[in-house]
């Protein structure tokens, strides 16, 4: 089985059809920074929901139901706004194997490495100036330890 999927792989290379060699239609290049834009935006909408949810149990005039505990409408609407911006992410990591070759890896080790040291000086500011921030935080290890708990008796069941 895997040395004819191999067989056909090298084929396909041969032939051109990898999906390396298709390169990206020029537009594209120019429309992936207003995707990287509306990915910004989704996850400040995102993070804003998740902070309504954790500190009140609600998200606007939302009210979660009583009988689903807080960690479970967290997975929800972390789901969701994974689901939300997949096509984004898609296209965007589209463009970087079909545009960067071989620089690719080190294009999106280097994204991933920007974007997560810019996250925390956002955080790390906003924790110091906006209230709703350090309430989040100081929920987090209660609502971490709630999955926790609810994920061991899932397992021991």
Known sequence: MN???RRKQREWRRAGLSAAAAPP???????LPVFG????????IAAGMMISLVNTGA?????????VPLWAAVVVLFIGYQIAVSPFRGVQHWMWRSGAGAGAG?????????????????LWVAADHIPEIT???????????????AVRDVVRE
């Open 135 to 149: 309430e989040f935080m100081q929920h987090l290890p209660h609502l971490f330890r709630e999955f926790v708990y």
């Open 3 to 5: 040395r004819e999927w």
């Open 59 to 67: 998200i606007l005039s939302w009210q979660k139901p009583p009988d």
């Open 37 to 44: 834009l509306v990915h910004l935006i989704l996850f400040l």
């Open 106 to 122: 080190w294009f999106a080790f280097w994204h991933a490495v920007i974007w997560l040291i810019g996250l925390a000086i956002v």
């Open 25 to 31: 239609p020029p537009w594209l290049a120019a429309v």
